[in-house]
């Protein structure tokens, strides 16, 4: 069970290109740097605080060990920060790139933006956790993000 926190949103509209449907999520809203919301394809949401959360300066380390560079990596970081997060409820990994899927069909292809004027509310919001995470060695880790470098296609150089 994680914990959730009373946050700060913001009401988007989400027109979904493939099915037609035009529905509603929320993002955060406010000051959010270092706050990062995930989605799942099924609407869910969790926050991944990087300001107090450890797991996020391990995993930027891990994946500058494998880019064997720093520079230009927060791409290929929160690719796959969902990796070392335990899945939502649906059993989904929490994508936090930003990328909006359909509440209705799950489809990616969607055009979405906020409400003019602005509509902001107060909601429960639940924080990521690392149970699964938290079980691996640090050599699991370390293959965990690799293969999810691979799988976000982000370029790790060939070793010699």
Known sequence: MS???LTKVVRWNVHC???????????LAGDTYGRLLGFTPLSEWAVFD?????????VTGIVHRQ????AGASDCIVSVLGAACDPAPSGYTYDFTGMIWCPVCGSSNTQYGPDDPLQFSMMSVP????SAWM????????????EALKTKKCTIPDHD
Not at 20 to 27: C, P
Not at 50 to 58: C, G, H, M, R
Not at 67 to 70: A, F, S
Not at 127 to 130: I, L, R
């Open 135 to 146: 079980a691996l060695s640090d050599e699991q880790r370390h293959m965990l993000i690799n």
């Open 127 to 130: 924080q990521v956790t690392h």
């Open 67 to 70: 880019l064997r560079r720093e």
């Open 50 to 58: 990087a300001w107090i959360d450890p797991v996020f300066e391990e």
């Open 17 to 27: 290109i493939d099915g037609g449907h035009t529905t509603r999520i929320y993002v």
């Open 3 to 5: 914990l959730a926190s």
